[in-house]
Nanobody
Framework: QAQLVESGGGLVQAGGSLRLSCAAS????????MGWYHQAPGKQRDLVAA???????NYADSVKGRFTISRDNAKNTVYLQMNSLKPEDTAVYYC??????????WGQGTQVTVSS
């Protein structure tokens, strides 16, 4: 059974850092594109960063230069290093696996709260 489990969220002061992890199981992790999304209350879920199976990355303009996405295929895990956090980064962060053969899978989300 395919599963994604996020961890690493929490409460941090503005300017601080957090590292999110998303552990995958039950899927061919290495061939999928992994993405991090965030969703604030009352807002839509938006892409934060993504990394393809070949390691190509893209970022939302709002996080460029502050966030870094990476993956470890040996551990079936994708990471999101978040630096210089701002109150507007406060949201639930979800990871997503995309594979054209099997479709999409989502994690349950982890809360990130940045205090001013």
């Amino acid at each position: 059974q395919a599963q994604l489990v996020e961890s690493g969220g929490g409460l941090v002061q503005a300017g601080g850092s957090l590292r999110l992890s998303c552990a995958a199981s039950g899927m061919r992790f290495s061939i999928g594109t992994m993405g991090w999304y965030h969703q604030a209350p009352g807002k839509q879920r938006d892409l934060v960063a993504a990394i393809t199976s070949s390691g190509s990355t893209n970022y939302a303009d709002s996080v460029k230069g502050r966030f870094t996405i990476s993956r470890d295929n040996a551990k079936n895990t994708v990471y999101l290093q978040m630096n210089s956090l701002k109150p507007e980064d406060t949201a639930v962060y979800y990871c997503k696996y995309t594979n054209w053969l099997t479709g999409d899978y989502w994690g349950q989300g982890t809360q990130v709260t940045v205090s001013s």
